[in-house]
């Protein structure tokens, strides 16, 4: 082994030190820090590993996982950049927000259709009424809607077993606002995870399970869990490109989205990295199997954020049915 003079070597370690400190100062100034909703997280990786390919690593994106909620309370703290939102921001989080002066700019990005999956096995609930998913999940059914045929004779006289995201989830939000009629009212006596995967393991290996999450998630697995039709009064519909597109897939299509912190809009890498989402989000928002919005929301959103509009078009809480052309014309609030 070659032996090198004490100093000679002190030095070389000092230098070696140094080296590796402004190389980890470099990497930190120019990461962009996202996390959020399980829902969106495909769409937000499919576009990380893009962008980061397309700059060659000088710019690092990490994204988590801790479900809507979770990452509006990172968001509003001011731990992050931008944050992935499976529903609007609440007048809560608008509140969290404002007390420690985060600010920020709202951007749809795609279309989602929660879907509502059983296990391949089950030959009785291919379709299901609005209602009916209400018996199962509505906060008086806990404890007491225990078997299949509690709620339509026909099915099974068997132990149904649920699954769901838990309840920082927007999907949990929105879900419980569409089928229930009150967002976060819902029986407790289930199987939640912020993790979509946990819940499709728990229906693929189940024939008496009944779950819902995003439509990626299910289209990903769809040899392992079926999803099921949704009647809202006029039959029964499958969710897909053409039912989400023509409006038929309801109440369960719902817009996803971004919200990018005011005060990380200053840096280099955030607009190029928002820029990069939406002249790419069609192609991107498509190949992981979600519906992308059309050519005018994602300029309006470049628009948005080059004029520095702040605030959220929506009403505070989780919509059902809405148009986004048409809200995204009203004025934003703070």
Not at 2 to 18: F, T
Not at 75 to 83: K, N, P, S, T, Y
Not at 84 to 96: D, G, H, Q, W, Y
Not at 305 to 327: D, Y
Request: a neutral charge.
């Amino acid at each position: 082994m070659l032996k090198l003079p004490g100093m000679k070597l002190i030095r070389i370690v000092v230098i070696l030190g140094l080296y590796i400190f402004f190389l980890n100062l470099a990497h930190a100034s120019t990461i962009v820090r996202i996390d959020g909703s399980s829902t969106v997280y495909p769409i937000i990786e499919a576009v990380a590993e893009d962008f980061q390919i397309l700059k060659r690593g000088a710019i690092r994106v990490t994204v988590g996982i801790s479900g809507t909620g979770g990452g509006f309370k990172k968001f509003c703290r001011g731990e992050l950049d931008i944050v992935n939102a499976s529903r609007p921001i609440t007048e809560l989080e608008m509140e969290a927000c404002k007390k420690v002066g985060v600010q920020y700019v709202e951007m749809p990005v795609a279309i989602d259709a929660l879907t509502v999956v059983v296990n391949p096995r089950n030959t009785w609930s291919g379709t299901m009424t609005v209602d009916e998913l209400k018996q199962f999940w509505e906060p008086a059914a806990q404890g007491k809607i225990t078997h299949w045929n509690q709620v339509n004779p026909a099915w099974p006289d068997k132990q149904i077993k649920l699954f769901g995201p838990g309840a920082d989830s927007g999907t949990f939000e929105y879900f419980t606002e569409a089928i229930v009629g009150r967002a976060k009212s819902s029986r407790g006596d289930f199987t939640a995870s912020e993790d979509d995967n946990v819940l499709v393991q728990g229906v693929a290996s189940d024939m008496y399970a009944l779950g819902f999450f995003g439509f990626a998630y299910y289209i990903e697995n769809n040899k392992r869990i079926h999803a099921v039709a949704i009647d809202s009064g006029n039959g029964g519909v499958i969710p897909s490109a053409q039912t989400v597109g023509n409006g038929s897939y309801q109440p369960l299509s719902r817009p996803v989205f971004i919200y990018v912190n005011a005060r990380s809009t200053t840096k280099p890498e955030i607009r190029e990295f928002v820029k990069f989402f939406m002249d790419n989000a069609a192609e991107l928002v498509s190949e992981v199997k979600y519906f992308p919005l059309s050519p005018n929301i994602y300029k309006l959103n470049l628009e948005n954020l080059q004029n520095n509009k702040l605030g959220t078009v929506f009403s505070g809480e989780s919509e059902v049915g809405v148009n986004i052309e048409e809200v995204m014309k009203h004025e934003a609030r703070l």
